[in-house]
């Protein structure tokens, strides 16, 4: 069984940083892809970010580009998200995901076996 477990959301101001991490437990050594997605109230999840585990390659959704970066250390199997020059539209719960198929697009919610429980990231003004 593979468990991912978010932390580090929060309440935050607008123009301010919050660092996500995602701890991936379990039998997760064929896992490709670690990706988050997020939802707001009243929308469909969306992709933020992805990384392929095996190349480092990374791909942002448009409206994070600049500001937020994917990154892992593979020692302990967790994957970050750094959120730089936060928004009031950032206000999501945001949810880490793992994938098995390494030619999957990262942006797809196909790609992705395995879900969070999400972490709550609030922007204020």
């Known amino acids: 069984q593979v468990q991912l477990v978010e932390s580090g959301g929060g309440l935050v101001q607008a123009g301010g940083s919050l660092r996500l991490s995602c701890a991936a437990s379990g039998r997760t050594f064929r896992h490709y892809l670690r990706g988050w997605f997020r939802q707001a109230p009243g929308k469909e999840r969306e992709f933020v970010a992805g990384?392929?585990?095996?190349?480092?390659?990374?791909t942002y959704a448009d409206s994070v580009k600049g500001r937020f970066t994917i990154s892992r250390i593979a020692a302990n199997d967790t994957v970050y998200l750094q959120m730089n020059s936060l928004k009031l539209e950032d206000t999501a719960v945001y949810y880490c995901?793992?994938?098995?198929?390494?030619?999957?697009?990262?942006?797809?919610?196909?790609?992705?076996?395995?879900w969070g429980q999400g972490t709550q990231v609030t922007v204020s003004s």
């Open positions: 990384l392929r585990l095996n190349t480092d390659s990374t």
């Open positions: 995901a793992s994938g098995l198929i390494s030619t999957m697009p990262l942006n797809t919610h196909r790609a992705y076996s395995y």
